[in-house]
């Protein structure tokens, strides 16, 4: 079974730059998180999709992020304007259904932002 | 509200002897699981063990084990002759159980675990 691929692994952005990172769960896996991860810290939630729709946004900086599953497969997370404090590994995450949460999640391996 | 702590920022251990992980929850539900992640240098989480709120048994796995304690709000995680590999950042997390939709695992901010050789 193949994992949850995230790409780019690393993206190096200027202050008040736009930046997205992308995320393909696990085949047949309808529920997709993702959580940003500052160093030194546990991975904070900042969206939840079940298929195609928004099951929890409410950790995230509306003012400046953006997600969308389109066709409930792929996600997409979007940064504009970035700030310093963006800086961070952003994880995405794919269980079957919101059923199977007790059972883990399937991280992907992240992407690393660094904004200078 | 839900919450877990792991005290331990950072531990470092020369290899061979055995290492002990604290994590604290708090929660408002009687029906909930507990979590152990691995977090290695490649980034990646690795699912380590789950445990429901009922199910109070120790667990073994390997040099793997797990101490869960309710009247504590425990849920400690030993490594018993640890080896090099073990190396990497621990997180312990929690998830209520509502059958809702917004289901979902909390994590801990982790303990970096140093295995010296």
């Known amino acids: 079974e193949a994992g949850v691929a995230q790409s780019p692994r690393y993206k190096i952005i200027e202050k008040r730059q736009s930046v997205a990172f992308w995320c393909n769960p696990i085949?047949?896996?309808?529920?997709l998180y993702w959580y940003q991860q500052i160093l030194g810290q546990g991975p904070k939630l900042l969206i939840q999709?079940?298929?195609?729709?928004?099951?929890?946004d409410s950790q995230l900086p509306k003012d400046r992020f953006s997600a969308e599953r389109l066709k409930g497969v792929d996600s997409t997370l979007k940064i504009q304007p970035a700030k310093l404090e963006d800086s961070a590994v952003y994880l995405c995450a794919s269980s079957l259904d919101i059923m199977r949460v007790p059972y883990g999640y399937t991280f992907g391996s992240g992407t690393r932002l660094t904004v200078v | 509200a839900q919450k877990v702590t792991q005290a331990q920022t950072e531990i470092s251990v020369v290899e061979k002897e055995d290492v002990t992980l604290d994590c604290v929850y708090e929660?408002?539900?009687?029906?909930?699981?507990l979590f152990w992640y691995k977090q290695p240098p490649s980034g990646e989480l690795v699912f380590l063990i789950r445990?429901?709120?009922?199910?109070?048994q120790n667990e073994i796995s390997g040099r793997y084990s797990w101490n869960f304690q309710k009247s504590t709000s425990s849920f400690n995680f030993t490594i018993t002759a640890s080896q090099v590999v073990d190396s990497a950042v621990y997180f312990c997390a929690l998830s209520e159980r509502k059958l809702q939709r917004d289901d979902k695992i909390i994590f801990g901010k982790g303990t970096r675990l140093h295995i010296l050789p």
């Open positions: 999709f079940q298929n195609n729709g928004v099951v929890d």
């Open positions: 085949s047949g896996h309808a529920t």
């Open positions: 929660t408002r539900d009687t029906t909930y699981y």
């Open positions: 445990r429901n709120s009922f199910d109070e």
